[in-house]
C-alpha cells in the first residue's frame, strides 16, 4: 500500500541552526501538508501546497518557515532559525485531491536544545 | 468556542467492551468528518471517514454524525487490546486544506 515516508525519525539540533524535514508524499498524489504535534497538544495545521504554491498557511507558519517541491518527489518544510518550542513532532501529509483524505507520515521527532 | 471539542479521556476498558468516542464542532458549516487513530510516537492513520448526518459501519467500528447537534461519535464494538490507541477526530475546514483535530482521546483496551 502506498505511504507517505518522512525521514529523518528523529532530528536533534541546536537553537538557531537550520533544519531541513522532508517528506516522500504517495505517488500521485498533487496536495501537501505539513502539521505538527507538540508533547501532550493537538495536531495542528501549519500549511498546505498546491501546484508549487502555498494555498493555505497558519498563524504558526510565520516567516522562520518555508516549504519546497525540489524535485518531482520530495516535499520539505524548513525551518531557518530553530526556537526551543519548535521541538515537536512534524507530520507531513498528502491528498489526491482537494475534499481527498489526507495520508500521514509516520513524523519526523524535532528536537531542539 | 473551540471549533472541535473532544474528550482527552484517558478512557480504559476491558476487551470485549464496547467503546463510544465523541466530538462536538462549532461551525454548521462542516461538511464531512473523520476519525484517526493515533499509536504512540507515529502518525495519524484514517480510521474512517463521513460525508453526512447518519451512520457507517466498516467492521467493528461504526462512526455517526449527527448534524443538528453538530456531535460525532465513533463507536468500537468487541474492543481489543490492539485498538488501545489515541482516536482523534478530524474536520476539514471550508477551504478544505486545513484538518482541525480534536485533542484525541486515549483509549486503553486491558486484556
Known amino acids: 500500500e502506498p505511504e507517505v515516508t518522512q525521514t529523518p525519525s528523529h532530528q536533534v539540533t541546536q537553537m538557531g541552526q537550520e533544519v531541513i524535514l522532508r517528506c516522500v508524499p504517495i505517488?500521485?498524489?498533487?496536495?501537501f501538508y505539513w502539521y505538527r504535534q507538540i508533547l501532550g497538544q493537538k495536531v495542528e495545521f501549519l500549511v498546505s501546497f498546491y501546484n508549487n504554491e502555498i494555498s493555505e498557511k497558519s498563524e504558526i507558519f510565520d516567516d522562520q518557515f518555508s516549504v519546497e517541491r525540489p524535485d518531482g518527489s520530495n516535499f520539505t518544510l524548513k525551518i531557518r532559525s530553530t526556537k526551543l518550542e519548535d521541538s515537536a513532532m512534524y507530520f507531513c501529509?498528502?491528498?489526491?485531491?482537494?475534499?481527498?483524505?489526507?495520508?500521514f507520515g509516520a513524523g519526523t521527532r524535532l528536537s531542539v536544545l | 468556542q473551540k471549533e472541535v471539542e473532544q474528550d482527552p479521556g484517558p478512557l480504559s476498558v476491558p476487551e470485549g467492551a464496547i467503546v463510544s468516542l465523541n466530538c462536538t464542532y462549532s461551525?454548521?458549516?462542516?461538511?464531512?468528518f473523520m476519525w484517526y487513530r493515533q499509536y504512540s510516537r507515529k502518525g495519524p492513520e484514517l480510521l474512517m471517514y463521513?460525508?453526512?448526518?447518519g451512520n457507517k459501519e466498516d467492521g467493528r467500528f461504526t462512526a455517526q454524525v449527527d448534524k443538528s447537534s453538530k456531535y460525532i461519535s465513533l463507536f468500537i464494538r468487541d474492543s481489543q487490546p490492539s485498538d488501545s490507541a489515541t482516536y482523534l477526530c478530524a474536520i476539514p475546514s471550508s477551504s478544505n486544506y486545513k484538518l482541525t483535530f480534536g485533542k484525541g482521546t486515549l483509549l486503553t483496551v486491558n486484556p
Open positions: 505517488s500521485n498524489h498533487l496536495y
Open positions: 501529509a498528502s491528498s489526491e485531491a482537494i475534499k481527498n483524505i489526507q495520508y
Open positions: 463521513t460525508y453526512s448526518s
Open positions: 461551525n454548521s458549516a462542516f461538511q464531512y
